[in-house]
């Protein structure tokens, strides 16, 4: 006897037990970084602002939300007319479920595309901004539209997580 221990080594399963640590260790760190720049909710890819080419519209969403979290879309509009219209299509009410439209709208109307909001604009004002409270019924990719005044639709590309 010796004095040494002698253990069995296998070459082969240690390299590739390494190899799978060290691409379970790029996965989470590919996680982490996805999570911190706002990939699973809010952050820097996570918020969106569509501005119209004359920068009088500016429409600021969540592209990546959770499935029955509540959620936000803000359009705000530079006072132009008495009263601002915002025109939601079928495919994005078809995914939503509408909590609280603030300030409330002055009349709705249903239309064969969707919904039409109705508020009306102090004539001082600068700019008018009208927040949709909302919460996703579906997960998974929703694509949908929103028009202001009878201007151009803004499209909204969101993903809901399960």
């Known amino acids: 006897m010796t004095g040494r221990l002698e253990l ?5 399963f240690q390299r590739t037990e390494w190899r799978l640590q060290r691409i379970g260790w790029g996965i989470w760190l590919t996680v982490l970084v996805a999570a911190a720049i706002g990939l699973f909710g809010p952050g820097w890819i996570g918020s969106r602002e569509i501005r119209s080419e004359d920068g009088k519209i500016v429409v600021r969403y969540e ?24 025109d939601i299509d079928n495919s994005l009410l ?15 109307t249903v239309t064969s595309s969707g919904i039409t909001y109705q508020f ?11 927040t949709f409270n909302l919460e996703y019924d579906r997960y998974g990719a929703v694509v949908g539209k929103v028009r202001v005044s009878g201007r151009d639709p803004v499209q909204l590309n969101q993903f809901v997580y399960p």
């Open 120 to 130: 009306e604009v102090d004539k001082g004002a600068a700019s008018a901004k009208v």
């Open 63 to 86: 592209r990546f939300l959770n499935y029955h979290k509540p959620t936000r879309i803000d359009v705000v509009a530079e006072n132009h007319a008495p009263e601002l219209r915002v």
């Open 8 to 12: 069995a080594v296998d070459e082969q």
């Open 94 to 108: 078809d995914s939503v479920q509408m909590l609280h439209i603030t300030p409330e709208p002055t009349r709705s």
